[in-house]
């Protein structure tokens, strides 16, 4: 029997909740292959070093880069951000369902590379109920400064205009819905 595999890349405006959508299906459907990303941020209180990111220096970062071992990658907020391609390449050889967090810019290149991969990416936007629950989730979390919430918001008007570039979209108003029309995607 054989099974295509599904790569779903989740994408959507800081705040919008997605690490809380990903915790949901992570903990929920431990069929879904989570990509881990790399990333040059520090841990936030409650991030897992393997689990929600890979945190690691700059150096580290650019040589992923030059080894050619990301699959796409971003600055984000003064941060990058990239996928290792392997663990994503081996998830599709295997026909499981891959989801992948990343930002609008990460979406767009995985969209033009997705041919490389034999499989169809499918771009999910994850969009806020509403501007004023995302600026009021934004500045609620606490663990940024001003400065930093400052540019996130700036960097989400321009992602939430990017909305029709999308497959599909899906409201966060509620994280178990959510979580569960984003699982019935990836199963396709
Ligand atoms: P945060 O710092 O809030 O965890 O993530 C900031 C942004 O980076 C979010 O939009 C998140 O989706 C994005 N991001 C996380 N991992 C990756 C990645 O591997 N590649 C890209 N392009 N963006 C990522």
Redesign the pocket.
Known sequence: MTSSARLVVL?GP?GVG??SVVDRIRSGYPDVHMSV?V?T?APRPGEIDGVHYRFISRDDFERMIDDGHLL???E??GNL???PAAPVAESVAQGRPVLM???L??ARQVRAQSGALGVEALLVFLAPPSWDVLVRRLEGRGTEDPAVIAARLETAQVELAAEGEFDVSVVNDDIDRAAGEIVALLNG
Do not use: L, N, V
């Open positions: 994408s800081s997605k690490s990303s990333t941020r796409e990658w971003a984000f907020a951000y990239g996928t967090e990343i930002d810019q990460g």
